[in-house]
């Protein structure tokens, strides 16, 4: 009888400690990944005067880190399977930090945006490791919990970002303004290393399979020649070489797919597997996750470069704006569990479309007043329109995964931040096209009116989510072993 359904306590507890404490290291590197795209957006008027740097050099400053994150994701998590996740992931860990300390010391604009596609690649390979990584960690029955957890953390970053900004630009500790900006992410890579290396057991996934390099070049080549288009686009609008770039983008990617069909009909190991999307929840999900980092990335760099350009607001009043929304934003992730329980997926649909609302009431505002904005009158306004992106965004990635069995779960490791990212890229460069070429109060008005139509559109979407089952909590304790 014995090992039937026995387990040594303390070897349970110790087991449970290492995977919270895997999950701390885990937490660490999403959110330098995350808040690496909005914490620069703060800061980025002060490079761009220290740095001479030019409307085109502050957008790759901005989208050259996710679009080398992107282009980098689909790849990791392929080597992470065939090498290891754990050995891949300290060495990006490494890497990232050194890329940061590159950037925190760059003196010229071409050098910083060089620092920053560097920056991205370690990025891209230590945020494929994470989500296979957590779910080998725990057991089915918590992935809710943590997935949940993972999204907060991400999104907690994007909000976080423009507010340490602010407070790092204003403390100016030992003349480096916005250095620390990049330089911030020393000690939390340190202590992202320390606890991988001693508690992250995760190993290689696949045995004897090769990388597919077919897959590589095709998956980079179109992200990059989309990415490529939209920033001819924002430099000098619509044009014949736009179009043909953006066909031949769309293109490769359909060659990407049917690439993949093809390997996967043969036996061989693909670099995504395109029958993910068969699943309805993940389907949906797709969409909905694209469209919201898009969105919101462009949002958080708008509102940003609007309060400090347009209303001639300082760095750290900017940072305190933003504070606002992240409160809001912390109430929404608090409440959202207990909502999608009562109410499903309308629950997330309500939320966004709050957060529409709000926007355009945003847009409206501005028209009303021409910029002179009463900073009481909107601190409601703002909370509201945090809390609604709170409840969504928490909740969409377990939801969008509650569909997937545990094989498939691993499969997501990658796909899933390159649709964050390609949102997060493509996002910022379709509506900075607006933004950018119209820098001015009427550019910002036509930019959150541009995010209030895509945020009632995704809401809209939302409510074609499969409804998430629902979990009583009795499926497995907490030492439930994980899968490995």
């Given at each position: 009888m014995a090992g039937i359904g026995v387990r040594n306590p303390t070897a349970a507890v110790r087991g449970e400690l290492a995977a919270w404490l895997t999950f701390g290291a885990c937490l660490i590197s999403v959110f330098m990944q995350m808040i690496d795209v909005t914490i620069v957006n703060t800061a980025l008027p002060d490079i761009t005067r220290d740095l001479a740097a030019s409307s085109s050099a502050q957008l790759l400053v901005i989208s050259g880190y996710s679009l080398a994150f992107a282009c980098t994701l689909l790849t990791a998590a392929r080597l992470g399977a065939l090498w290891g996740r754990r050995r891949l992931f300290l060495v990006a860990v490494v890497a990232f930090t050194a890329a940061s300390l590159w950037c925190g010391m760059s003196t010229g604009a071409t050098e910083?945006?060089?620092?920053?596609?560097?920056?991205?690649?370690?990025?891209?390979?230590?945020?494929?490791?994470?989500?296979?990584?957590?779910?080998?960690?725990?057991?089915?029955?918590r992935h809710p919990q943590?997935?949940?957890?993972?999204?907060?953390?991400a999104g907690g970053a994007g909000m976080v970002g423009p507010i340490l900004g602010g407070i790092l630009l204003t403390l100016n500790l030992w003349g480096l303004g916005w250095h620390w900006v990049f330089l911030i992410n020393l000690p939390l890579g340190i202590v992202a290393f320390a606890l991988a290396a001693r508690f992250l057991h995760v190993g290689a996934e696949s045995d004897g399979a090769r990388l597919d390099l077919g897959g590589v070049v095709l998956s980079a080549a179109s992200l990059l020649a989309l990415l490529y288009a939209l920033a001819d686009v924002q430099q000098h609008g619509w044009r014949a070489l736009s179009v043909v770039i953006v066909l031949a983008a769309i293109a490769l990617g359909a060659g990407f797919l049917v690439y993949q069909r093809v390997l996967i009909r043969r036996g061989r190991g693909p670099l995504m597997r395109p029958d993910l999307f068969a699943n309805r929840g993940f389907a949906v999900g797709s969409i909905l996750v694209t469209g919201f980092f898009g969105m919101f990335t462009a949002f958080v760099f708008a509102a940003s470069i609007t309060l400090q350009d347009e209303l001639h607001f300082s760095a750290l009043r900017t940072g305190i704006a933003m504070t606002v929304f992240a409160l809001g934003a912390g109430a929404g992730a608090l409440a959202a569990p207990l909502l999608v329980r009562r109410w499903g997926v309308r629950s997330l649909a309500g939320g966004i479309a709050l957060y529409a609302g709000c926007m355009a009431v945003a847009a409206v505002y501005l028209v009303l007043t021409d910029g002179a904005i009463s900073v009481a009158l909107t601190v409601v306004p703002v909370f509201v329109s945090g809390?609604?992106?709170?409840?969504?965004?928490?909740?969409?990635?377990?939801?969008?995964?509650?569909?997937?069995?545990?094989?498939?779960?691993?499969?997501?490791?990658?796909?899933?931040p390159t649709l964050e990212q390609i949102g997060n890229a493509v996002g910022l460069a379709v509506l900075s096209t607006v933004f950018f070429r119209a820098h001015t109060l009427g550019g910002s008005i036509a930019m959150f009116a541009a995010i209030a139509v895509a945020a009632a559109g995704l809401a809209g979407v939302t409510l074609l989510l499969p409804e998430p089952p629902r979990h009583d909590g009795t499926e497995a304790g907490l030492t439930d072993p994980a899968p490995r």
């Open positions: 910083l945006v060089i620092a920053r596609i560097v920056q991205g690649i370690a990025g891209g390979a230590m945020a494929a490791q994470t989500l296979a990584i957590l779910a080998a960690s725990f057991p089915r029955s943590v997935f949940a957890l993972y999204g907060l953390a809390l609604g992106v709170g409840v969504f965004g928490l909740q969409l990635q377990p939801v969008m995964l509650a569909g997937l069995d545990q094989g498939q779960m691993g499969e997501t490791s990658g796909l899933l």
